[in-house]
């Protein structure tokens, strides 16, 4: 995994209207809640170096192709200190639902977790079971009794459920990044040291899930504006495109001008930066559409409707934003009606990837293909979660960890 952030916590995160709790999920059916004062100056976003602070220089190359030779570098992003409004730390737990489980089969279960007797029969007068399974509601002193190996086996079980409350506050990094994560939190030694021990092996990284149990233990609204920044710090990548004398220019636009009509613009861009001794580095920022560059590396504002994945995908190349496919079955319909599937073999720049559950029944995620593997994705709908580069490797172990999903690759049919 290599030095890179693999999330699906705040990345994927939503607030509900109402309750006072930070659900998480896929884009599908997930709503906004705004928050209880409008921040002063929303969208704006602090960047923080990764682990090599100061390093100026673009880091990994990645494979060249038609599209040139991109560079690129992790960045951490974090929300502007006006969007961390402290009552948006969730203080209660929502339920561990174990969808077709009766009373027996709990009770075995909950054996595996090795719980303390006390624990045990606290748990019981918090359960409830009924023909479509078991709900259980945990006490905070029970979260924070489990062990590494039992938080394992509960979340494997929990997340068995796509629908479950507990994955907004799902946390996955591996070992490296964790300590980043932890380090660039602006955290105290203590409190760094509390989420490492509630932390716990899942899927081959490192995972946190009791957002809320961090929210309670916060004393002032100081420190739940903190945890808060905490759960939506977000990698990205950055990435630029070498350009050296060797390159030919007009082919390089022909890709990065398929959206835009902007091949009059970036053509003499190339063509100068092909006569600077031993090429330059282009940020990448410059060669894509207006309304990319307007939000990439950008979080929403609070007062914007919720736009998720889907959204960006169906809005990439458009000058003016069309909100109405935040309604899913619009958005559906568009996807059906204005878009067409193509093979990976094939596929172009700006060429939608999709995500699907086995046989289509739920979108899972989507996100436009830009080059080599770089994607552009917003993981979530919330205004906490930014526009973001990412690589394929890191969607697929987000949103297809099991390797089961279906990935299928539109392109829109105007832009042929």
């Not at 916060?218 to 504006?225: D, G, I, L, N, V």
């Not at 990205?236 to 390159?247: E, Q, R, T, Y």
């Amino acid at each position: 995994m290599g030095g890179w952030a693999r999330r699906i916590g705040m990345g994927a995160m939503v607030l509900v209207l109402s309750a006072d709790l930070l659900l998480a999920g896929y884009w599908w059916g997930s709503s906004a809640r705004s928050p209880a004062q409008a921040p002063a100056t929303p969208g704006k976003a602090d960047e923080i170096p990764t682990s090599e602070p100061g390093r100026g220089t673009p880091g990994a190359t990645m494979a060249r192709g038609p599209w040139g030779r991109l560079k690129t570098e992790t960045l951490w992003l974090a929300p502007h200190p006006d969007l961390l409004n402290p009552d948006l730390c969730p203080l209660e737990t929502p339920p561990w639902n174990f969808r077709g489980f009766t009373q027996g089969r709990l009770e075995s279960f909950l054996d595996t977790l090795e719980l303390p007797p006390a624990s045990r029969a606290l748990l019981r007068t918090t359960t409830r079971c009924d023909g479509n399974g078991c709900s259980v509601r945990p006490p905070p002193s029970l979260q924070e009794a489990l062990t590494p190996a039992a938080r394992t086996r509960l979340f494997e079980q929990v997340f068995q459920d796509p629908d479950a409350l507990a994955r907004w506050s799902l946390i996955r990094l591996d070992e490296e990044d964790f300590r980043s994560w932890l380090r660039l939190s602006r955290l105290s030694p203590d409190w760094q040291q509390w989420i490492l021990g509630i932390s716990f092996p899942f899927r081959g990284a490192r995972a946190v899930a009791d957002l809320p149990l961090a929210c309670r233990r916060a004393t002032s609204a100081r420190e739940r504006a903190q945890v808060v920044r905490l759960w939506a710090l977000t990698p990205s990548k950055m990435a630029w495109l070498h350009v050296g004398p060797d390159d030919d220019a007009s082919a390089l636009a022909a890709w990065w001008s398929r959206y835009g009509n902007r091949r009059k613009d970036l053509l003499p861009l190339l063509e100068s930066a092909r006569e600077v001794p031993g090429g330059l580095d282009l940020d990448l920022v410059h060669l894509l559409p207006r309304g990319v560059r307007m939000r990439l590396y950008s979080y929403p504002s609070p007062q914007d409707p919720p736009r998720d994945c889907l959204w960006t995908v169906l809005n990439f190349g458009v000058e003016q934003p069309d909100d109405s496919v935040l309604d899913p079955a619009v958005a559906l319909d568009r996807l059906d009606s204005h878009y067409r599937e193509v093979p990976e073999k094939d596929r172009q720049m700006g060429d939608a990837m999709l995500v699907w559950e086995p046989g289509e029944k739920r979108l899972v995620h989507a996100a436009i293909w830009l080059a080599g593997d770089l994607f552009l994705t917003k993981n979530g709908r919330h205004f906490l979660n930014p526009w973001i580069l990412d690589t394929g490797e890191s969607l697929m172990r987000i949103y297809n960890p099991e390797g089961t999903m279906t990935i299928k690759w539109m392109r829109r049919i105007e832009d042929e």
